[in-house]
Every structure is written in C-alpha cells, then in structure tokens.
C-alpha cells in the first residue's frame, strides 16, 4: 500500500506526532508503513536479524542504534530477509550498508546514513521497548508511516487494512 505522510498529517492533525527530518531513504519501496516492533540496541544486530527472521506481515520494526554512525545495523542480507518473511519497512536510527544492493530489493528503509563496516554480533539489547528519537516516541504495537516527505507516528492505525 502507498502512504503520503503529507495528506495523513492534514487528515489526522490531532493523531500524528512527525518525525525530525534525520533519515534517508533506502530500498525500492518509498512508501511503507504498519504497526511497529521495535528492537534498541548498540551496534550490534544480533537481535534485528532475529525478529527480521520472524513474520512480519503488516509490520515495521524500528531499531534504535543510538544514532551511532560507526557501523551498520543492516545489510543487504538482512534486507532480503525482511522481505521473505513479509516485513513491510525497517527504520533505523543507524546506518546500513549495501545501500546499492538494497535500493533493488522491495522493501522501505530509512536510516541516518550509510557506513560499510558490519556490526558485531553479541546478542544484547532490548526487544518492544518504547525507543524515542527524531523527536518522536516510538511505542511497540502503535503504528508508523514514511514515504519520501517523513516519518509519521501514531497510536492507531490510519489507514483501514
């Protein structure tokens, strides 16, 4: 499904929080959006590729990397594994790498910045904890949407499906 963050601000003005405009948009699809799982995390990405490795229909799961920019969080492996297991976007307060490879594969990310070293691989952080950054809090199960002008949040769905 297509989303214009634009028209859903101006439709739900009192509903939606906006997010500040950090990210970039990487992978085929612009537009994504659906109900948030989220992961924080530090430079590791042991806990994003298990929960990419789960189902993921109607989701996006929004990773809190404390905004480092000296690795990635995901690549395009892990973007690949999102789409198989039917992920609808990842938004990543990090970086990513493969971002050539990913912008051919139909899946929306957003993330602060590209960077090609990999992260490491310990196991530790946070599964569906409210993770706040952007200016913006971001609660497990409540609903994300982002396209091309944003990231917008709120606690209900906006769009019926």
Known sequence: MTY??????????????????????????????????????????????ETLAQPGQG?????????SLRCALVGDLLAKLATDNEWEGIIIYGCIRD????????????????????????????RNLPVNFAGVTFIHGHYVYADADGVIVSEQPLIPG
Not at 59 to 67: E, I
């Open 4 to 49: 214009q963050t634009a028209d859903l601000c101006d439709q739900y003005p009192q509903l939606v929080k906006v997010a500040d405009p950090i990210f970039r948009s990487y992978g085929a699809k612009i537009s994504f959006g659906g109900q948030i799982a989220t992961i924080k995390v530090h430079e590791d990405n042991v806990l994003v590729k």
């Open 59 to 67: 989701k996006v799961l929004v990773v809190d990397g404390g905004g």
């Open 99 to 126: 971002s050539l490879a990913i912008s051919q594969i139909s899946i929306g990310i957003k993330a602060l910045n590209t960077h090609p070293l990999k992260s490491v691989k310990h196991g530790r952080g946070d």
